[in-house]
């Protein structure tokens, strides 16, 4: 039985990369935000807007439970934020999960994420003059969770499939 999950920042290719690993594996792959979604019928900005993130994070949290609470074998991309809060780094280090850590550094997120934050309520309105100094601190934040994971892959300047490569290569 193989658990994959991928963490890292918004942008850092989680979803991306997710999806073709699950492909390349013969696995299924979820998407945690789109199961947020599908969850609760509404998107991650209307989620944050509406309900607020605290019921975002709670929510999130009980779905992630009972995805790794199943006995399928999967690759499950997380939401950037998911490891950061309700104690949900532990999942990274369970037994009966490989976690990747997408590790991507400043210049490539706010490269990657530059033009595309409508969907990202943590970085929507950021303007481009305080953009990477937000980007910095927030990667800062969060850095210490993503770093629970039990491996580490640098995704600047590689593709997707370079990237599965070497998640092959964890779970082979």
Request: net charge positive; hydrophobic share 35%.
């Amino acid at each position: 039985m193989k658990k994959i999950i991928l963490a890292g920042y918004m942008a850092s290719g989680k979803t991306t990369t997710g999806s073709l690993a699950a492909l390349t594996l013969g696995l299924k792959h979820y998407d945690l935000d789109t199961l947020m979604e599908r969850h609760t019928a509404k998107s991650i900005p209307q989620l944050f807007t509406e309900k607020g993130e605290v019921y975002f994070r709670k929510t999130e949290h009980e779905l992630l439970k009972t995805i790794l609470d199943t006995g399928d074998s999967f690759v499950l991309s997380l939401g950037g934020g998911t490891p950061c809060y309700a104690n949900n780094h532990l999942f990274l280090r369970r037994d009966d999960v490989v976690s990747v850590y997408l590790r991507a550094g400043i210049d490539e997120l706010v490269k990657r994420l530059q033009g595309n934050t409508a969907y990202r309520p943590q970085v929507a309105g950021q303007d481009g003059g305080t953009f990477r100094e937000f980007v910095a601190k927030h990667l800062f934040d969060r850095s210490w969770y993503y770093y629970q994971a039990k491996h580490i892959i640098n995704v600047d300047d590689k593709t997707p499939g370079a990237v599965v490569e070497q998640i092959i290569q964890l779970v082979s």
